[in-house]
């Protein structure tokens, strides 16, 4: 009984290492589909207000009322309050549309990648700590 405990234990180990990649691969590829759902509540932020929502608040639902410019109701109250998944998002507005940003909350368990895309809906990516850029490689 104590070899088959002994075998079980070495298995178990030796897949942590596997397991925990999985899981950061898994919140990467949902930081990346995140922030293809940022770009669709952008789009149709703008078609209804004009203008490019300058917070992740503005995307959100309201607190109360009905939604308006100041929330309007375009993506879930996790991902407005600006953390979801492993990964903190953040929207700035730039002179010639807007960008997101996404990175871990903690590097490396997390996440091992930071990401950036821009209204031309490219997202580029920084494998390590320092956030992504428009200057930074496309993601693959």
Known sequence: MLIVIAIMT????AGIPYYQQGVRNARETAAIRTIHSL???QLQYYSQYGRHAVSLEELGPPRGGPPG?????????DLASGEKGGYRYRITVEPEGYAIHAEPIRFGDDGGRTFYSDQTMVVQENRGPQPATAN???TR
């Open 136 to 138: 930074s490689p496309e």
């Open 39 to 41: 770009h669709a509540a």
């Open 10 to 13: 070495i298995i178990l180990i």
């Open 69 to 77: 410019p100041s929330a309007a109701k375009l993506i879930p109250r």
